[in-house]
């Protein structure tokens, strides 16, 4: 007999039911029946109690689950189906789809049982079964579950949500990389929106694990393909996105790791701006006032959470992290790694501009400084370092940051600003460091690169002795060896210069090799090796046909075959090197071509003969007047060098004007080279047609110079002065000319030393008025300051002249001034390279040593005088030095070095009787106070007998000189004849008339 049964009856969406089991047998306890404990658990499903509704389903299967086809029928089954509903809510998967697995197989409907309270659930079953497999990842198993639920259900009985079914069918096809089955079954659902009710979760869920699989597999076209056709459906209306945004961004994130930068761009095309967000979800905060909440279309608008969105945008935006920041980063990677650093550089600004409150503002900034340096943006490089190190002064990117600002300035030219930052930040930095490197190298460099040549020269050389192995060592070696050209240490720089080109002799890996061999022959013709500097400069044109210092080389060239007297040729280079600098647009080179050529050709004449050429220059030197006579720093040479040229074409008042117009000019600016030449220059033209009163009358009232133009009021000063030493010269022994020369020239030189301060005087006015201080006047010690002044300059003019005046003083000052004037001397030993500079220094030298009874020292520096190698050949002031030394010895009390080198002196200048004679003197009585006996096995005479021979001899074979001698040479040779006299009355000595009279009787 068959038990009466109820059916079920199906609620909360018609995954659960409610209704009455057929009362159960006697025995069961009335808590505990079926229908009890159904009607319980459905109510904490809908209270949403998972736990405790499964609690109560699971003790009913417990209870009636072996009986329950015979005591319910097929409607136990929703007893299964709703406890796989709470353990699917609780993610218990597995055990989720062994329940709807034995709702779908044991609780099957027959026929239409199910229309009399049979299982409602039996085909939805597969449904939710296929859920739990998804759940478990078991992703073939839920495709499977899922397709056999379409296959058979009951279309009219069977209810489901058709946009979630696709978007799960389709997760699973993704999860198993199966790519084009997962896009079509997510277009389906999309295309279906509105029909289905498609929630944006499930194809915002879909499109996550789109991306993952297309990502994994590399399968970038599939998912730009996917974007493009379905993008108006795929995207999420802004007020909407807040909840998505994040996740969209993450994606477009996992794209760029696997270097699918296209398709990031694209996902991160879909995520709106904070402020579009915003603004929507204002605007649907408004349409609902003070309603909690509306339909519409197929969402549900609730207030609260629009306000949350609200909220949490404006905080993102507020605290400087919202979107559009991981969104700017990202562009900016993506920029760069395709090698738009431009474009990174601009998302990076745009980061600093709008979002300084960014968590990753450093890193932001940082990069921002980076990109700036790479692409060669100098003054933002600068700003933004110098912001980064104000805001983050304890980063790990801070050592970083500086070398970003020093070398990004110096590549880019701005060695001013360059030389500002280094010169602070080097002595902070330590020794050995990159920083230090980079710095020191900067800073040299800029020294160089702006002429500044005697501050670059130490730094250079001490970034070549500490950095061997640094980045910049190939540009260090060329700095300090070209610098030192610079500096026209001409034979020290060449031996750098050809060391630099051993080291990196292959050119197309050594970009400074065009330039070095400028360098080289530059140094070859300072030292009149014309030869090897043609050379040098034929390679140069040769190979490196398109260097920008090609215009210079010409030049350069032309001054080379000019000093050879090849004048054709020097033509023919100085009008090269003018039409590559015109077409070039270089006007500084194009006005030096001019003014060799107005030089060339202007010259008055060709060895001893009237140039021939002389009118040749004139279209030359108008061509300059016109395109260069503004700026050019060759208008002093050029007015200087036409002079000729135009008289000879009548126009001489013009030549005059020209010079004195410039040397106007030149006045406004104390720093103008040449004027001086141009000054004297002028003077010459000038006296051709005037007398030196009228030229005092003219220089002391200059054309267009006042009164406060005090370095050109000087230098006219010593141009009279230059005038009245001619005439100095000149006036011979016409003692009324000679006094009034000698009485101008104290007067000018009073009033250079008066009126003018020693920071308006040129070098050369300096030396000049120092010089006269010095030997003219009873005071030396005022010419200090001024060959002070002309020393401290950069310009490097009359450097040695003020050293050698400066040593002359010092020399006859304190042990420690002495010293001083030895430092001075060594400098110009060191540094000059005119042979005669270097002689008379180490001489001066000599002198202080033995000055300062150091003679030690002095026995060094005189050997180092007198030595011979290297091919060395000094003799000017060999006398004095050889006496110095021998002196140097009797001083140590070395007597018979002494001796030796007191004959060599006396033996060797016997008619120079200011060496000799006191070299005689000192031998004469240092012999006799010996007091050698004399004998031995080789018959030496005794000290005393030969000090009165040697002392005789020299009387008589220079007696015929006394006529002829200064008083001071006649009284020291006045000294030895009354030596002579004296060692020749004592009963050591044999007379000479007793042993010429011995002589005889032997003959």
Known sequence: MNLSRLTLIPVLGMALATGILTAPPARAQLQEDAQTLNSRALTSMEAGKWEEALTMLTRCNELYGKNALTLFGPQFGVTLYRKGICELKLKRWDDAAKSFEECYRKYVNKGEQVDGGGNLYNKRALLQWGNAAQGAENWEEAIRMFKKFLEERDKTR????????????????????????????????????????????????????????????????????????????????????????????????????????????????????????????????????????????????????????????????????????????????????????????????????????????????YNLVRTSSVIGEVMSTEQYGSR??????????????????????????????????????????????????????????????????????????????????????????????????????????????????????????????????????????????????????????????????LDMAFNLKGNVLQSDKNREEAENYYKKALELAERRENRVVAGESLFYLV????????????????????????????????????????????????????????????????????????????LEEAINSYTDVYLEKHSVEELKEHYYNFPKIGGQNKAALALLRIAIIGVAEGELKKAGEDKTKKDKAEALISVLFKELKNDFDVKVLSNYILVRTGDFLREKTS?????????????????????????????????????????????????????????????????????????????????????????????????????????????????????????????RVWNTYKGLIKISAPAMQAWMELSWQRNSPGGGADNNKADRQGAYESGWTYIDQTRRFVDKMSDEEKKMWQQIEALVTEYEASSDVKSMAKLKEEAAKKK
């Open 779 to 903: 005071a030396p010690r005022q010419a200090l300051p001024y060959y002070d002044e002309a020393l401290s300059r950069q310009d490097l003019s009359f450097r040695f002249a003020a050293l050698f005046g400066r040593a002359s003083v010092l020399a006859g000052g304190s042990k420690e001034e002495k010293s001083k004037a030895i430092e001075d001397l060594k400098r110009v030993l060191a540094d000059s390279q005119d042979k005669g500079e270097k002689e008379r220094a180490l001489y001066g030298i000599v002198q202080a040593n033995m000055s300062s009874a150091d003679y030690d020292a002095a026995e060094a520096s005189a050997k180092q005088y007198l030595s011979k190698e290297g091919g060395q050949s000094y003799t000017r002031f060999a006398p004095e030095v050889g006496f110095a030394l021998a002196k140097s010895y009797h001083e140590r009390g070395q007597i018979n070095d002494a001796l030796a080198n007191y004959v």
């Open 388 to 549: 980064f190190l104000k805001a983050y002064p304890d980063s790990k990117h801070v050592p970083a940051v500086r070398r970003m600002m020093l070398t990004s300035l110096f590549y880019e030219g701005e060695y001013e600003t360059c030389i500002t930052v280094a010169v602070e930040m080097l002595p902070k930095l330590s020794e050995g460091s990159k920083e230090h490197d980079i710095c020191l190298h900067v800073l040299g460099g800029s020294y160089y690169y702006t002429g500044q040549y005697d501050k670059a020269q130490p730094l250079l050389d001490q970034h070549v002795e500490k950095y061997p192995k640094s980045q910049f060592e190939q540009a260090a070696l060329y700095f300090q060896a070209s610098n030192i050209s610079r500096l026209q240490f001409w034979t020290k720089a060449a031996k750098l210069l050809d060391a630099f080109f051993e080291k990196h002799p292959d050119p197309a890996k050594n970009i400074y090799y065009s330039f070095g061999l400028f360098d080289r022959a530059n140094c070859h013709y300072a030292e009149n090796e014309n030869a090897p500097a043609l050379e040098k400069l034929n390679r140069l044109e040769e190979e490196f046909p398109n260097v920008e210092i």
């Open 158 to 365: 069977d209810k489901f949500d058709p946009g979630s079914y696709y978007i799960n069918l389709s997760i699973c096809h993704f999860k198993l990389n199966k790519i084009p089955e997962g896009i079509e079954h997510l277009e389906t659902s999309i295309k279906n929106k509105l029909r289905f009710g498609t929630p944006d979760a499930g194809i915002v869920a879909a499109f996550q694990a789109m991306v993952a699989a297309v990502v994994e597999k590399r399968d970038e076209k599939s998912l730009l393909t996917f974007i493009e056709k379905n993008r108006s459906e795929i995207i999420i209306e802004p007020f909407e996105m807040e909840i998505y945004s994040r996740l969209y961004l993450k994606l477009a994130g996992d794209a760029i790791g696997a270097d699918m930068e296209a398709s990031a761009i694209a996902l991160y095309q879909l995520v709106p701006s904070t402020d579009v967000m915003i603004e929507d979800l204002k605007s649907r905060l408004a349409r609902l006032g003070s309603r909690a909440g509306m339909k519409e279309l197929t969402r549900t608008l609730v207030k609260k959470n629009l306000e949350a969105s609200r909220d949490n945008l404006e905080t993102q935006r507020r605290e400087g992290d919202p979107n559009e920041v991981i969104q700017l980063g990202a562009t900016a990677f993506i920029h760069e790694k395709h090698g738009n650093t431009r474009g990174a550089f601009a998302a990076y600004e745009q980061l600093e501009l709008f979002f300084p409150k960014a968590k990753k503002r450093e890193d932001n900034l």
């Open 599 to 674: 030089g060339l050709l202007g010259e008055k004449t060709v060895g001893k003969e009237p140039n021939p050429r002389v009118k040749d220059a004139v279209p030359y030197a108008d061509k300059f007047w016109k395109e260069h006579g503004t700026d050019s720093p060759y208008k002093t040479q050029v007015a200087v060098s036409q002079v000729h040229a135009l008289n000879a074409v009548d126009r001489g008042e013009e030549a005059l004007n020209r010079l004195r117009d410039v040397i106007a000019e030149m006045a406004v600016n104390p720093d103008s080279r040449g």
